[in-house]
């Protein structure tokens, strides 16, 4: 045996895992595999078993045994701190072990090796680990999956408060950790600072704001600010109120109301002190009341004092707190009667209301001023009084008071006197006048006037042009209508008219109907609520529009051209039009004066503004506000909600009042922001988003409204990494470059704790990093820390991109260029990552998808076909490098199929169903692909006709519907005899096919009954109109003859029922007129000869009884004749 062929079979055995053979199998395995016989010699025998068996003995050697390995997983506690460790046993002696780390599911690309027991600075997640074992060249693997859990912990915690009396002027803070496990507490800033300690009580603080930092167990820290008050009373005490009505001339109770503001609720006991402070200089008088509980933001407290005359004089009220805190007020009290005239509104003028507060009824009144035609008594019939209520009306219907000066004293039954004086004026009313001339002609001039709340009662034109048919002046009161003035069919010039109203107030209107000019033809396009789409709102400016009609419209605008659209003409003679496909139309429109338009109208669609807002993130609140230039839609309002994940709704940011999705937001669901306005303070955290709704068209529905979320963020408590990445994408530095992507309140602070230390100052950016494990630690200008744990090697680019599918537009217009909406590719060229941190752009060339130049629009029209577009990604925050890649747009023919096909088949047989050919690809609903299948059964069957380009398609589906049929089966004949030629015959079939009948086999009828049928034999034919076979089945219809002559002249000689011998069991009965039966015989007999026992019966009438086999009978009567 040649050398080379021992070496492959050595090389073969070595590959092999494990072989274990004892050395007699061996010797035996090599006897067979050498081809060793008895013809070699026993020394060269021996010699070769002792190679043999050194050469077994070396491969067995040579494989490695089996090990076991156990992984044990070490959970993630801190961020990017969890670990595998793993254990191997049964190894062969001098085996090397290697680890290598998968993150499942992909087991194909390792993320880490090491030849040490452990992988460090793990993520949670699941992993396999597979251990190699390799010995002299030698090697085989174990492998296991484990799970590394997450049980990291968002710190977060709540301050509060404590004193030990109400009185004491410092207090403790308390800090209450509410998830999470803190390890230290400090004051960072404040009148008072503590280092980091382990309590969470901070004792001996002084009012003010603090920042207070916590720590957890990770190093990360949160902070918070907080603003202690100390617990004492902010009392404030309004202006005295006096009561409206007196009960007393030397008393009156006088009532204050107290207030505390939210953060300082009132703290009982106070004592309330009132010291009144006669007008004539005698001792002050003392009133001391205790109050020990109450209302904690606001109640009122009352007080009777005694009274002076009409002299005013003053209370002091004073509140002492347990504190000795001394809140005060001075309160003039004028105990006199407060007197008010006021005008009311009348029909041509005015009314006149007088109030009256702080009085003893009764009370007297006197004008001592007034106009001189004013009576008050006419007004007022118990003038001048005594009155008791505190309002005195002085109207008469349809007689308003006179204009002037008006001076009333009031004297109450304490005797104290109340004045008040009131001008009242006449203001003019400005009538309102609208004078064009847009009709049909030059002289459709028109005025209009009306006088806001009168009526014109009577209008003459004193002056007018030439052109004026009638005579000056002329009363034009006929054209008064509803208390309004309306007069056409003017020519241009200048007009003054005189115009009075049902008050007799008088008018002098100048105007100038202007001359006619032709009128631009209004046109208002809007965009419209569903994406890619706008509204049209067209007007005539001399009349209605009667007609309107598209002459050229963009590509995917469906209906054919040119397109009638007059049906969207309004009662109000306006085009409204909503859901027109973006693009240019042109427009065909007449109106009620006949005038032809020609418009060329773009139709924009609406776009988002989704930086239309400004967010500031402050420490531990933010603002938000509104600045949108949008001025492409009308109506708009903004509104700000929150997610409430418990529910998984959203809805107001503060009750959490539930929104129902697609409805519009209000003051329940949300909060509304002005434009131009930003909310301050907001202290919530969570997912909010701002809504723009706004009206797409001026229809004439007002509630049609559009909705557009067009802002998503995220407001968290504490500072949050959201993420690292390198920068080895277009425009980075490398894949050794680390970016910090942080949100929350800036400036920040970057550096490098592990594993060594490293300030970056408020540069995100670590540049020319080794390949390794670092740890990264984020403060913010809150003094919040965050740390994370990051493997450069593990690290994905600011940017990452996905190779999205080619668009493709299938259109059956032969066009071979259509509009595309690029932005259908974002999903797939963005894949996982969120889609509000990047904004992906569309280009026509590498060159301007590399600068970010000359980007497309959404709707792009192609210009060739196929066309390569470009897209571009950039991070919206960290805009320092890029991605690109390409699609080609291509528009397809839509496949021109055969109509859809109705196909019958008999039972037990088939059928071809054959698409239409010519096309690429078929797919049957039967699941097959040919261009024909074979089918036996009915049903419907359809095909998907297919243009391919690429892996896209343009479709068409054609449809087969196949019938069974079979030939009939005849379940029945009916017949109705016994007529001379009113007979019928009915047939009655089952089976699937269609039928038809016939009684000659050639014509052929839809109905299964025949009418007015002589007696006699038939065939009843029924065919399958399908062409599955014809069924026939004999039939007679039976009669009788009405007489017979049995003279043996060989005509009429027997009487027999008319086709009698089609039915053999057919009985016959004869009676005569008494009754007496006569003879029977049966349908196959020859019938009755006229005699009964041999001799003639004669002419006379006899009757005769038919019973049939089915037992239906017949009873009639019929004449011999002699």
């Not at 190679?51 to 070396?58: D, N």
């Not at 007007?539 to 529009?545: E, Q």
């Not at 019938?963 to 001379?980: Q, R």
């Not at 016939?998 to 062409?1027: H, M, R, W």
């Amino acid at each position: 045996m040649p050398c080379s062929s021992i070496h492959k079979l050595k090389l073969k055995l070595t590959r092999s895992k494990s072989l274990q053979l004892s050395t007699k199998k061996r010797i035996d395995l090599a006897v067979n595999l050498f081809g060793i016989t008895s013809q070699f010699s026993s020394n060269l025998q021996k010699s070769f078993f002792s190679f043999i068996l050194l050469f077994f003995s070396t491969f067995s050697y040579a494989q490695l045994p089996d090990f076991n390995l156990n992984v044990t997983a070490i959970d993630e506690i801190c961020s990017g701190n969890g670990a595998l460790q793993m254990e191997v046993s049964n190894t062969a002696s001098g085996a090397d072990i290697t680890y290598t780390l998968y993150i499942l599911p992909d087991d194909s690309t390792p993320v880490a090796q090491t030849s040490t027991n452990s992988f460090n600075n793990l993520f949670a997640g699941n992993y396999k680990v597979v251990a190699t074992q390799s010995l002299n060249g030698d090697e085989n693997t174990q492998e296991q999956e484990a799970t590394i859990n997450n049980l990291t912990t968002e710190l977060d915690f709540e301050i509060s408060h404590t004193t030990a009396t109400s009185c004491n002027q410092t207090a403790t803070l308390i800090v209450n950790v509410t998830s999470g496990d803190a390890a230290l507490y400090e004051i960072t800033s404040g009148p008072i600072t503590v280092a980091p300690q382990t309590s969470n009580e901070f004792s001996n603080l002084t009012p003010g704001t603090y920042v207070v930092r916590v720590y957890d167990e990770c190093e990360n820290a949160l902070s918070k600010t907080y603003t202690l008050i100390l617990d004492e009373n902010d009392i404030t005490i309004e202006q005295s109120v006096l009561p409206v009505v007196y009960s007393s001339c030397s008393e009156i109770e006088i009532t204050n109301s107290i207030n505390a503001p939210p953060e300082n609720p009132i703290i009982y006991p106070l004592t309330i002190t009132y010291t009144i402070y006669p007008p004539d200089g005698s001792p002050e008088i003392v009133i001391v009341e205790e109050m020990t509980s109450g209302p904690e933001l606001q109640f009122n407290i009352s007080q009777s004092i005694m009274t002076f005359g009409e002299e005013t004089f003053t209370v002091n009220i004073t509140i002492t707190d347990a504190c000795n805190n001394v809140f005060e007020r001075d309160n003039e009290i004028d105990p006199n009667p407060k007197v008010m005239l006021f005008p009311t509104e009348a029909y041509c003028g005015k009314f006149l209301n007088l109030i009256v507060n702080n009085f003893l009824p009764p009370y007297q009144v006197e004008f001592i001023e007034a106009p001189e035609d004013f009576i008050p008594s006419v007004f007022n019939e118990e003038y001048p009084g005594p009155y008791s209520n505190n309002v005195v009306v002085f109207e008469t219907e349809g007689n308003p008071v006179p204009y002037g000066t008006y001076t009333i004293n009031l004297i109450d039954a304490c005797g104290r006197l109340g004045t008040h004086t009131l001008l009242l004026e006449e203001i003019p009313l400005e009538p309102n006048l609208v004078v064009n001339n847009t009709g049909c002609s030059v002289d459709s001039g028109f005025i209009n006037v009306s006088i806001p709340d009168r009526e014109i009662v009577s209008a003459t034109v004193t002056v007018a042009p030439v052109s004026y048919e009638n005579a000056l002046p002329d009363d034009i009161s006929e054209n008064i209508n509803n208390g309004a003035l309306s007069l056409s069919n003017l020519g241009s010039g200048i007009y003054t008219i005189l115009v009075i109203d049902d008050c007799g107030s008088e008018y002098i209107i100048e105007t100038i109907v202007p001359e006619f000019v032709m009128q631009e033809l209004s046109v208002i396009a809007k965009p419209n609520c569903l994406t890619e789409t706008g509204s049209l709102r067209l007007a005539s400016g001399h009349g209605s529009l009667t007609s309107v009609l598209i002459s050229s419209a963009p590509s995917n605008y469906t209906p054919s051209l040119p397109d009638d659209v007059s049906e969207n003409i309004a009662d109000s003679g306006f085009f409204f039009m909503n859901n027109l496909p973006a693009g240019d139309y042109t427009f065909e429109l007449v109106d009620e004066c006949g005038f032809q338009y020609t418009e060329n109208v773009y139709i924009s669609s609406y776009i988002s503004t989704p930086s239309a807002y400004t967010l500031n993130r402050n420490c531990g609140s933010f603002d938000v506000g509104i600045n949108d230039s949008d001025d492409s839609v009308v109506s708009k309002t903004y509104w700000f909600q929150r997610y409430f994940p418990e529910t998984e709704t959203w809805g107001h940011p503060n009750t959490g009042s539930p929104y129902t999705e697609g409805d519009i937001p209000n003051s329940t669901t949300a909060i509304q922001i002005l434009n131009e306005q930003t909310i301050y303070n907001i202290f919530l955290t969570g997912e909010f988003r701002l809504i723009k709704v706004f009206q797409p068209f001026n229809n004439q529905n007002p509630n049609d409204f559009c909705l557009d979320i067009f802002a998503n963020f995220s407001v968290f408590s504490n500072l949050v990494i959201s993420g690292v990445y390198n920068l080895g994408c277009d425009g980075g530095s490398g894949p050794s470059d680390v970016i910090v992507d942080v949100v929350g309140v800036g400036p920040f602070n970057f550096s490098i704790i592990s594993p060594f230390e490293f300030d970056n100052g408020e540069s995100n950016a670590f540049l020319n990093l080794n390949a390794g494990t670092y740890e990264i630690k984020v403060e913010d200008a809150c003094g919040n820390i965050e740390n994370t744990v990051i493997n450069i090697e593990n690290l994905l680019p600011v940017v990452n991109i996905t190779q999205p599918n080619n668009l493709l537009f299938c259109t059956d217009t032969n066009s071979n260029s259509e509009t595309f909406s690029l932005n259908d590719q974002n999903a797939l060229i963005l894949g996982n990552q969120n889609p509000n941190n990047f904004t992906v752009s569309y280009h026509l060339n590498q060159a301007d998808a590399n600068s970010g130049d000359n980007a497309l629009p959404n709707n792009y029209t192609s210009t060739n076909n196929p066309q390569t577009i470009y897209a571009r990604v950039i991070h919206n925050t960290l805009d320092v490098c890029y991605a690109t890649t390409s699609f080609q747009i291509q528009v397809g023919d839509i496949p021109v199929v055969d109509d859809d096909q109705t196909i019958s088949i008999c039972d037990g047989s088939t059928t071809t169903l054959t698409a239409t050919s010519g096309y690429d690809a078929y797919e049957w609903s039967t699941g097959e692909t040919s261009q024909s299948i074979v089918v036996n059964q009915g049903g419907n069957y359809s095909v998907t006709i297919m243009n391919m380009f690429g892996n896209n398609s343009c479709e068409t589906i054609q449809n087969f519907t196949v019938y069974t049929s079979s030939i009939a089966t005849i379940e029945n004949i009916e017949t109705i005899d016994w007529t001379a030629n009113s007979n019928s015959i009915s047939v009655s079939v089952s089976g699937t096919g269609d039928y038809v009948f016939s009684l000659d086999g050639i014509i052929y009828q839809e109905s299964n009954v025949f009418t007015n049928l002589p007696a006699g034999s038939y065939t009843v034919f029924v065919k399958d109109l399908n062409d599955c076979g014809i069924v026939t089945e004999d039939v007679s219809i039976l009669n009788y003859p009405s007489f017979f002559t049995p003279n043996n002249d060989g005509y009429n000689d027997y009487w027999q029922i008319i086709e009698a011998q089609t039915e053999p069991s057919l009985e016959v009965t004869i009676f005569d007129r008494f009754g007496k039966v006569l003879t029977s015989f049966y349908g196959n007999h020859f019938g009755w000869d006229g005699t009964y026992n041999g001799n003639n019966m004669p002419t006379n009438d006899y009757w005769f009884l038919v019973k049939r086999a089915d037992g239906t009978t017949h009873r009639g009567h019929f004449t011999l004749k002699r």
